[in-house]
């Protein structure tokens, strides 16, 4: 059975962007959960904004892929640089024992410090040709559009992973 996934703002938005990336997450996860915070911030003012993905998002919380959650404060609040999005959505991953979608590198640090398996959109990207559910040719172009809309990857970062997903696709697509 296909477990649920948190996201983060970032992730959230992306994934609705491509519409490959967002495919490959309805693939891999029975849901994306968010916490209030990344609600608010990714569909409330994107929604303010006139962000086309807000559509799609709200369009996937009515047919029951995203939901959207509560969550408790901490009893003790950590002392933290995190936006309150970003510590909702690890306090929730960690509560779920779910992946979390995340951007945010220190966000990503701080989850996996309280065990939760942390990582980038980018990288789920690169998994997935990796593990030939996503032909390289896909991949590679849902990377490129990532960057084409804005996600934010350092140079030499992006050339390392379409490298990786050039020379370790097990698709040949």
């Given at each position: 059975?296909?477990?649920?996934?948190?996201?983060?703002?970032?992730?959230?938005?992306?994934?609705?962007?491509?519409?490959e990336?967002?495919?490959l997450?309805?693939k891999?996860?029975s849901?994306?959960?968010?916490?209030?915070?990344?609600?608010?911030?990714?569909v409330?003012?994107?929604?303010?904004?006139?962000?086309?993905?807000v559509?799609?998002?709200?369009?996937?919380?009515a047919?029951?892929?995203?939901?959207?959650?509560?969550?408790?404060?901490?009893?003790?609040?950590?002392?933290?640089?995190l936006?309150?999005?970003?510590?909702?959505?690890?306090?929730?991953?960690?509560?779920?024992?779910?992946?979390?979608?995340?951007?945010?590198?220190?966000?990503?640090?701080?989850?996996?410090?309280?065990?939760?398996?942390?990582?980038?959109?980018?990288?789920f990207?690169?998994?997935?040709?990796?593990?030939?559910v996503?032909?390289?040719?896909?991949?590679?172009?849902a990377?490129d559009?990532?960057?084409?809309?804005?996600?934010?990857?350092?140079?030499?970062?992006?050339?390392?992973l379409?490298?990786?997903?050039?020379?370790?696709s097990?698709?040949?697509?």
């Open positions: 059975m296909k477990q649920a996934a948190v996201v983060d703002s970032s992730s959230l938005i992306f994934a609705f962007k491509i519409g990336v967002g495919a997450l309805r891999k996860y849901c994306l959960v968010l916490p209030n915070a990344v609600y608010e911030e990714a409330a003012r994107g929604k303010e904004r006139g962000f086309s993905e559509e799609k998002i709200e369009a996937a919380i047919e029951g892929f995203v939901k959207v959650e509560a969550v408790p404060p901490a009893k003790t609040a950590p002392q933290t640089a936006g309150r999005g970003e510590l909702e959505a690890i306090l929730l991953a960690a509560k779920k024992k779910a992946d979390l979608l995340c951007d945010d590198r220190k966000a990503a640090a701080a989850a996996k410090l309280v065990g939760v398996n942390a990582f980038p959109l980018s990288a990207v690169v998994a997935a040709a990796k593990q030939g996503l032909p390289k040719k896909t991949a590679k172009k990377l559009d990532l960057v084409l809309a804005g996600y934010r990857l350092k140079s030499d970062v992006y050339i390392r379409a490298n990786e997903i050039e020379k370790n097990l698709t040949g697509n």
